[in-house]
């Protein structure tokens, strides 16, 4: 069964202080791994695909990156308003939007 | 552009009621997928509609039903309401060809008291 497990749950980081999230995933076959910003009272908002193990995505101050097992959400330098819970979801088969969300990474950066 | 809209955004309901909830897509865009979400659970995938076909189901029973129209309008409805069908109902839209790169509405809020 596909699977997608984020670590970790909750994250407090001071500005300017980088880390990373990870997402963990077993599918059958991955079509694309993507990662997904929620503001609270919010939609997901999209932010990157990963399509194979090796591909690596940048935005800002944030970069995604993939290999055969998990991704890795970098944020370098962050700022109060990179705030928000972040979400990765996996792809596992053609002709569908369908996507395995994980539970997610809530940020809090403070000034 | 406008986004993706959904109605109501809260409502409350008891045990034992149904719901229909709606959900406009962005102009242009023909498919239609639904999630619930919940603290524990997270999102889970509802179902998918693309050009009125259902596409995808989830896991979910029966009670879950959804559709979509000529306009790519869509709605879904809970029937028999339970307790633990509160939660946030997310719709979101994509262009024709699936991509995972979903464009979310804002949710409709539930709760069943």
């Known amino acids: 069964e596909d699977q997608v497990t984020q670590s970790p749950e909750a994250l407090r980081l001071q500005e300017g202080e980088s880390s990373s999230l990870n997402c963990s995933y077993t599918?059958?076959?991955?079509?694309?791994l993507f990662w997904y910003r929620q503001d609270p009272g919010k939609g997901p908002e999209f932010l990157f695909t990963l399509y194979s193990a090796g591909e690596e995505k940048e935005k800002e101050r944030l970069k995604a990156t993939l290999t055969k097992k998990e991704s890795f959400l970098h944020i370098t330098a962050p700022k109060p308003e990179d705030s928000a819970t972040y979400l990765c979801?996996?792809?596992?088969?053609?002709?569908?939007?369908?996507?395995?969300f994980g539970t997610g990474t809530r940020l809090q950066v403070f000034p | 552009k406008a986004g993706v809209t959904q109605t109501p955004r809260y409502l409350i309901k008891t045990r034992g009621q149904q719901v229909t909830l709606s959900c406009s897509p962005i102009s242009g865009h023909r498919s239609v997928s639904w999630y619930q979400q919940t603290p524990g659970q997270g999102l889970q995938f509802l179902f998918e509609y693309f050009s009125e076909t259902q596409r995808n189901k989830g896991n979910f029973p029966g009670r879950f039903s959804g559709r979509q129209f000529s306009n790519s309008r869509s709605e879904m409805n809970v029937s028999t309401l339970e307790l633990g069908d509160s939660a946030l109902y997310l719709c979101?839209?994509?262009?024709?060809?699936?991509?995972?790169?979903?464009?979310f509405g804002e949710g409709s809020r539930l709760t069943v008291l």
């Open positions: 979801a996996v792809q596992g088969s053609y002709n569908t939007d369908k996507l395995i």
């Open positions: 599918v059958s076959g991955l079509r694309g």
């Open positions: 979101a839209s994509n262009r024709d060809q699936p991509s995972g790169e979903l464009f």
